[in-house]
């Protein structure tokens, strides 16, 4: 039978067709665990709080508006008279910081649904600023002939989620301690707290300070709602993989391997907080929590992430195993059948198996070195029995071996691991050519074809 070498490779490379699908199942696989990991965080947020964003404080102050109306009426004799009557309007003055120094420290630590293990933190804040009462001044001079009856202002702070206030803050309010109570009395949004103030003065400018601490729970993430007219946010934790956010960037920031600190500073220009204020004035009270800076606490390459990475490369390990067995078939003048061709291809795809599996209980790293060392051994023992050779058995074990090294090299960069990935493309590609640069494929094939009929019976 003449061609047999073609029919062959034929068959080989519908092999490898094949066992893409084995591959596609891998990928679903890791898609399922993904899927059933957020499940789990959904589970953890559900018993504790989730993202968590502070807004800064808000001085809201309601009061009534009395002041005389005149309206031209007609009566029954068609006589036009002038009415004056007096309108009274309740409403609500809200009043944003001056100035607002935010100081976090994050300690972050770990809950666990089953295998998976869910970051959550506690974030120790500390709040201080002051408000004007400038801005109160103001409204009674643009209302100076109507009446105005102050109603008792409170210091409302927004939270997105309210169970992540751990322990009941106190405020101190000009040098006043007075204790915050749940919700934050504002239209619009009832997450937060809120302290009731006392009497506010009216009669010239003066600065109001405040400051409170706040113990807040919360996963993923941590942001803060810059609601004032000069802002400073410093913050630090002990999470060596942030992910900045937000509506700015950090001005300076400082990640190192047990953590980072990061520091914010803006005006009441950067992020357009008096549009938020203004929102607020009617009824639309959450908007306070849209412009924000913060962070999420993220894992850069997860386990998941590398596994899906790594079986992207199955193809390319598949590919070059079964070249190399190609020509020390071709090169030896031996014959390796279909069937062994593709155990040696499940043998490597049971390699993401492995690491898929055993990576849910142990470190990525001994999971894959574990995985590649029992896939390798395997092979390597497999080479020299169907290659007739154990010398050439260990060859391609150390070959083999050296691709694992390099991939998980790969894996590992989270920035240039495209640039990795097609730089060894293009190196095992170079050494292939070369090293078979002199070959006369003519004459190996018909030798190949040669020794298949002289082994056949007649």
Known sequence: MKNRFYFKLATIFALILALLL???????????????????????????????TLAAPV????YDLTYKSKEKVIDDK?????IISEVTLHNVLYLMPKQLTVNSQLENSLRYRGIYAVPVYNSHIDVTGEFGNQAIL???SRNKDSKITWGKPHLSVLVSDQRGIATQPDLLWNGEKIAFQPSSHLPGTEQGMNAQLPE??????????????LELHGMQGLHFALVAENTDVQTSANWPHPSFTGGLLPETHDITDKGFTARWRASSFSLNVAGALERCSKNECSSLLGPTVGFELVQPVDIYQQAERSIKYAVLLIV???VALILFELLKQLRIHPIQYLLVGMALLVFYLLLISLSEHILFLYAYSAGA?????????????????GKLGLLLGLGLSVLYTVLYVILQSEESALLMGSVLTFVVLAVLMLA???????????QSEQDAELVTPK
């Open 320 to 322: 070059l195993t079964f």
């Open 59 to 62: 001085l809201v102050i309601p």
């Open 200 to 213: 506010l003065p009216s009669g010239e400018a003066v600065r109001l300070p405040f400051a409170f601490t």
């Open 78 to 82: 068609h006589v036009e008279k002038e």
């Open 373 to 389: 060392a029992a896939c390798t051994v395997l092979l390597t023992v497999y080479f020299g029995g169907i290659l007739r050779s």
């Open 436 to 446: 078979t640069r002199h070959f006369d494929w003519y004459a190996l094939t018909c």
């Open 138 to 140: 103001e409204f009674l």
């Open 22 to 52: 084995p591959q596609g199942f891998m990928l679903d696989l890791v898609h399922e665990r993904t899927t059933w990991r957020y499940q789990a965080f959904d589970t953890v947020e559900r018993s504790w709080p989730g993202r968590q």
